[in-house]
Structures are given as C-alpha cells and as structure tokens.
C-alpha cells in the first residue's frame, strides 16, 4: 500500500478513534495530546520513490510500537490486518499506560501491550518483526546506542524519529563568561549528542540526548542499521535544545544490517 493511501486511511481511522476516546473517557485520565497518527503525513514528505510502498515493507507485520502514548498507530495497523504489539513503560507514558489499556478493551483489539523500560532491558513481545515505529522516544532513552542495537536484532525496519538540533544554545539569553554554553556551537557537521538539563527542553526530565544530524547519522550506522531515507523537519535553520520554536526533528527510514 502508497504511503499516501497508507495517510488517508490513518485520517479515517483518527476520526473513529478520536469517536472511541470521548466514549471511553471517564475524567480518570487524559489522552496523550498530540495526534501521533498525523506521522502518517510526514511519512509521505519523507519516503520516496519505491519507499513509497510502506505497505510492501510492513507487509502482514508484525509490527511493534515502542514509545506508544495511547497505541493509536498499534490500533491502525491491527485495522488494516497486520498484527501489532506495544512497548510503553508507564512511569513515562503520558497517562500510565491507562489510555492504550482503554482503547484496547473498547475496540475488543488483540494488540498485546508490554510495559517495560527499555532503560533497563530492552525487551519485546516478539522475537522478530517485520517493522518498528520508534517515533519521539529515542530523546528520552538514557542510553539511545543500546536501544538502536537491540532493536536492529528484532525488526527488518524501522522508522525513526527524534528531536536534534544545530546548535548548542539560542543566540538570545546569553550566559555569563565561563558559564556552561557561554559560547554558541555548530553542532550540525560534527558527530556529537547534547546531554540537556532536567528542565532544559520543554521542562521535561525524561529528556537526555539531542543528537546532531551527523551524530544521529553515526549511530544508526554503528547500532547497525543502513539509512534508506531521512529528512528533518521544523527549525532546520537555527534548532537548538531549549526553545520551542527551535524544535528541528529527524525522520529516518532503516533497515537492519543484522
């Protein structure tokens, strides 16, 4: 299936979800914010040529959503018949894992759910998948490498994303002299990963590494994986760690070498 047939069966099947989450809700809990089926959209910027074919790639699966927040793309894929699995660990899932658990019960879906953290053992509920979604969740790993190589052993490919950025600081708010940062770093040619502060990017303390382009280009290559397509997307002109509108985001298609 194109990737652009692919995106709008994923905007139908949002419309049906988002029906689902306002029957389900109960006030207990609130659902992950951000539309995590609209990659979809940026999967058609991003895939060219016979990577177009997603559909070909994912093929009857399984697939494995790691990263998850309420599964809308586990539950989109198990709609289009391809078995799905989730990988959330709920101490950092926006509602402790309730939302995918409630979405699962109210669609009668098979999707097995792991909660794990990936921190500490980076285990699947699968031995082999077909594909991987890893989109937004590779930032929050203390230990990216060790996540990327274990998951080039379990999944043929994989579609990655994560927030990276071409400076180390903003141009305005200047530090003092000798201050941490007090000088202003092009990041983007040199192969390095910005350790931020707990509150320094979007006041998160489950954030840790912000990688350059080429520091996340070498680690795909070292963790094993050959890069098919990237783009990146946002501030590609002046990104850094700490301001909201110097969020530039990295989109990679891979397949594993092992």
């Known amino acids: ?65 790691i990263g998850a927040a309420d599964g809308d793309t586990a539950f989109f894929m198990e709609s289009l018949g391809i078995s799905a699995h989730v990988v959330d660990y709920p101490p950092t899932n926006f509602n402790g894992c309730r939302g995918v658990r409630a979405l699962r019960d109210a669609l009668e879906s098979s999707v097995d759910i792991l909660e794990t953290d990936l921190d500490r053992r980076f285990t699947l509920p699968g031995q082999r998948y077909r594909f991987a979604f890893f989109l937004g969740i590779l930032y929050h790993l203390k230990n990216p490498f060790g996540a990327l190589e274990a998951l080039a052993e379990h999944a043929e490919y994989a579609v990655v994303s994560t927030r990276i950025a071409r400076f180390n600081r903003a141009a305005v708010n200047v530090p003092a002299p000798g201050a941490v940062n007090a000088e202003r770093i092009a990041m983007c040619g040199v192969p390095v990963a910005y350790l931020v502060e707990p509150s320094e990017c979007n006041n998160d303390h489950t954030n840790y590494w912000i990688f350059s382009e080429a520091g996340l280009r070498r680690l795909f290559d070292r963790s094993g994986w050959e890069v098919l397509e990237f783009a990146t997307f946002g501030n590609t002109t002046d990104s850094d760690p700490a301001r909201a509108d110097g969020d530039e985001r990295a989109f990679a298609l891979l397949r594993s070498r092992r």
């Open 1 to 65: 299936m194109d990737i652009a047939r692919m995106r709008a069966k994923a905007a139908a099947f949002r419309e049906r979800l988002e029906e689902t989450k306002r029957k389900v809700g109960d006030g207990s809990f609130g659902w992950y914010p951000y539309g995590t089926l609209d990659n979809f959209t940026v999967l058609d910027a991003l895939l060219k040529g016979p990577n177009r074919d997603l559909g070909a790639m994912v093929g009857a699966g399984p697939v494995v959503d």
